[in-house]
């Protein structure tokens, strides 16, 4: 069930591994409230709601005697049903975002648009397979997971990194820059950026 009002979403995931409850607000000041009993993704989800400037609480329950694999994919389709829910139409918006972020030795690129044509490149190695005990693996199926469901084009690219931790973290805040971004409103624009005249 979603339902948004302006630039604000409430979504709700109820599924046989995964319980999730979301609420996101574009136009936030960086608040966060995540648990989903992953550590390092509440760490993750925390940083780009701070570097995004948006307001966001997630709560999710999931299969972890399984593994982390449900719950973070699922987190992933709520927080792009999300981001798409409080766009609505994308009118007015910028529609493209791009940001480079440092952390320490590490420096990733996340280039996106807000197209409707869902898509993720992932050129990211990282070099530890587990994050405390997070599988580093999973980030992909995150991020692919956001972008099929928020309709986003986007690129994600390491260009030099030896810490997984820190690879991961500036992916996230390279995240939150990049949307907040696109869909920061364009002075003058009426209707969708597109000289298709729809998205």
């Not at 997971?145 to 030896?162: Q, R, S």
């Amino acid at each position: 069930m979603a339902q948004s009002k302006g630039r604000k979403a409430s979504i709700e995931r109820h599924t046989l591994e995964t319980r999730i409850h979301l609420d996101l607000l574009l136009d936030g000041s960086g608040r966060a409230d995540v648990a989903c009993g992953l550590g390092f993704m509440e760490h993750m989800l925390s940083l780009l709601a701070v570097h995004g400037f948006f307001d966001l609480s997630l709560q999710a329950q999931g299969d972890l005697q399984v593994d982390g694999h449900h719950t973070v994919e699922d987190m992933g389709i709520c927080l792009g049903q999300a981001f798409a829910q409080a766009l609505g139409d994308k009118a007015g918006i910028a529609r493209y975002g791009h940001a480079y972020v440092p952390m320490d030795e590490t420096l990733a690129r996340v280039c996106l648009d807000l197209s409707n044509r869902p898509f993720l490149h992932y050129d990211v190695e990282l070099p530890q397979e587990k994050i405390g005990d997070f599988d580093a693996c999973l980030i992909k199926e995150f991020l692919r997971a956001f972008a099929l469901h928020a309709g986003c084009t986007l690129h994600v690219e390491l260009l030099h990194g030896e810490n997984s931790h820190h690879i991961v973290e500036a992916v996230f805040k390279a995240l939150g820059r990049a949307l907040r971004a696109a869909v920061t409103p364009l002075a003058g624009l009426k209707g969708q950026l597109s000289s298709k005249g729809v998205l």
